[in-house]
């Protein structure tokens, strides 16, 4: 059945409601922690999960895009549903899905039918507490028919400006809808002008503020071997010697905003017994971010997409990488602020592979060449449609380099091609 593509929305929650309603209202049967944001969300929905995890909690995570299989949004313990599992719980709620469809102009879409499944599965199985990450938005995303206890904002940067809006203040204020009255808003650190428009819709509502750098924060963060070393202040202590295997200054953020959350949903004034803290972020993994995929030479993927992503992405990489030479094997979505993040890897790259990846959103090899070679120059472009080809001539450039040369391989641009590069490579061991 023709439910549309996950990008397409209309701001409205009639038809999910509807549908849960039905239901029996699965997504009120266990407290949810609620994060949106431009980026990070990700990340910190699998922290914040390994923080709750740790605390013997069954924990469900629904999360988007995925990077490889549609099975990995809906996590129980951790784990994607199984393929026996997901088409249960899609053959399970179907027959109401339709009941919906005979309801209303337009039938359930693709991304509010996965919420569903999602919030079905996690009441059914049952878990004690879901993570829950917003797809688009906040205020007309599918997820929001849930009342988040926490809600947590990452960095709100410029993206999906045609669905959210042309600027911070608007796209803001469309995430600020998860913030719901009497909850806790867990906001990590926002440009003064998104900042502005969350504090207002907290107040609104009567919800109270953590706000990252202020009631929360990073204290200390050294580069380690494989990641970084912390220092964090929750919101009821202060949690020292955390090693946390992820890389970037952003990850250290997501950690803390992960730690907050994962406070403010414990309640009382107790912290979190720091072990419990520690061993947690030491499992803690981040598929397709920032991840090291291959050594000799080093593969590095990022699905950052969007500037701010992007930006932060490259801080983490100069940091943690000591690379003489970068070469870039970069697809993205045409309908993303391309210019921007070309300008941005411009003076990170020394070489760049442009080709596309397996959306029929991504745009050609040969127009990402064009708006490359100004940039930086014929010399530095190479032109390859295929990704696994792209990939091939990558690695074939870092290994002409020789073997102690320092250079390394970024593989970016869009979640679809960490998801397909990661397929390619074979990064989860599955063959």
């Known amino acids: 059945m023709e439910r549309g593509v996950e990008w397409d929305f209309e701001p409205t929650l009639d038809r999910i409601a509807a549908l849960l309603d039905v239901l029996g209202s699965p997504q009120r049967a266990y407290p949810v922690i609620h994060i949106a944001g431009t980026n990070g969300k990700t990340s910190t929905a699998r922290l914040t999960e390994a923080l709750l995890k740790e605390r013997n909690l069954r924990v469900g995570r629904f999360t988007s ?53 999602a919030f079905a599965a996690f009441a059914d199985t049952p878990v004690d507490v879901a993570v829950v990450e917003a797809g688009m938005g906040g205020s007309w995303d599918a997820t929001n028919v849930a009342d988040g206890l926490v809600s947590v904002i990452t960095p709100i940067s410029l993206d ?57 924060g990073v204290l200390n963060r050294e580069v380690a071997i494989g990641g970084q070393l912390l220092t964090l202040r929750g919101l009821k202590g202060v949690y020292d010697e955390v090693y946390l295997p992820l890389y970037g200054a952003h990850q250290a953020s997501n950690a803390v905003c992960a730690l907050a959350a ?20 030491a499992q803690a993994s981040s598929p397709g971010r920032m991840e090291v995929v291959r050594r000799s030479p080093t593969v590095v993927l990022d699905a950052a997409h969007n500037p701010g992503g992007m930006q932060a992405t ?8 000591d690379f003489a030479k970068v070469i870039g094997v970069v697809a993205v979505m045409r309908d993303k602020d391309v210019d921007a993040l070309l300008e941005l890897l411009e003076p990170m790259l020394d070489e760049i592979i442009v080709t596309r990846n397996s959306s029929p959103r991504s745009m050609s090899a040969e ?60 990064a989860d061991g599955s063959r």
């Open 262 to 281: 994962a406070e403010a949903l414990t309640g009382g004034d107790d912290p979190l017994d720091g072990d419990l803290v520690r061993q947690a972020f």
């Open 367 to 426: 127009e990402l060449g064009a708006l490359a070679e100004p940039l930086f120059g014929e010399d530095r472009v190479h032109v390859v449609e295929r990704l696994d080809e792209a990939i091939d001539q990558g690695i074939g450039l870092a290994d002409s380099e020789g073997e102690f040369s320092g250079t390394g391989v970024l593989i970016t641009g869009s979640v679809v091609t960490a998801g397909d590069a990661r397929l390619l490579l074979n």
């Open 160 to 216: 999906h400006m045609d669905r959210l809006g042309p600027d911070i203040p608007s796209i803001a204020s469309e995430k600020a809808g998860i913030i719901k009255p009497g909850t806790t808003a867990v906001l990590a650190q926002q440009e003064l002008a998104a900042a502005e428009v969350l504090m207002r819709r907290a107040a609104e509502v009567g919800a109270v503020v953590a706000r990252e750098g202020l009631e929360f």
């Open 65 to 117: 895009p995925h990077l490889t299989s549609m099975r990995e949004r809906i996590t129980v313990d951790g784990e994607p549903l199984s393929e026996e599992r997901f088409s249960q719980v899609y053959e399970e709620i179907i027959p109401y899905v339709e009941l919906t469809d005979a309801q209303g102009p337009r039938r359930i879409q693709f991304f509010e039918m996965l919420t569903a499944m």
């Open 314 to 321: 490259l801080e983490g990489l100069h940091e943690a990488f």
